[in-house]
DNA sequence: CCGTATCCCAGCAGATACTG
DNA sequence: CAGTATCTGCTGGGATACGG
């Protein structure tokens, strides 16, 4: 991602949060509930090399979704952590994640084949394109 | 996307959800609240190419976010719906939307700086990782 | 009308080695 | 400790023309 697009909120909102490890990433410092360092925050996302972590970092502190706070050079001491913003979106992958479950994974629990559609009011208030 | 990913809940739904043009069709379709035709929406989507749009609709069908109705061949009539699976990712794209809104497009609504952390448990009864 | 076929490319992603 | 440097590959996305 070069730039969030802006077409519609939805695409702007998914702009932001794709990426292969970002909510990876804010699923992990929303678990440890405190700042991170760089090296205990990687160690717990294996798959994932130094050079593409940095770059997710950074592509999310551009966002406002973390915040990277230098507490001190030599040796050097670097601490992440999801900044307001960031926290606001805990929710919605909170809810990405149970339908993820239901959806995805549907041996652990039963699939609701209950959805309504929303009213359009609904829709267009959010301003979903 | 190849396969979707089934590390974390979270994960296996965004592996479902991206990909640049998906949440704009599922607006598309949530809008027009009806079936819709091949050109008829593609042509609600600017700048997105046949081929694209094809493979998008292919991975939804796929991932059974719409479906696919045949209705006659020559003169060839598909249509698109949301399929209940689908409708069930309404709420969760309305809310991305609304979050959208408030912090890609600052001069419209103004920020809300007062999330807090949810509460471990709901991390975890949602399996955010 | 509803797509494929073909060609192309930028950018994301990965592995590994190295440094202030 | 917290990152860069370098190289390399893949694949998702794009333009355009054509086909059943």
Redesign the interface.
Known sequence: MKE?R?????????S???GRWK??IM??L??R?EPMRYNQLMSGIPGISPRIFTLQLKEMEKD?LIIRDVRSESPKHVEYS?S??G???????????????????PNRVR????????E?S??ER????
Chains 1, 2 share one sequence.
């Open positions: 969030p802006f077409d519609c909120a939805v695409d702007a909102a998914m932001v949060i794709e909510t990876v699923c992990q929303a678990h509930r406002g999801l307001p913003r926290l606001s979106l805990l929710p919605i992958l909170v809810s990405l994640a149970e339908w993820g479950l239901k959806n995805m994974f699939f609701e084949a209950n959805a309504t559609m929303p359009r609904d829709l959010a301003g979903l394109c």
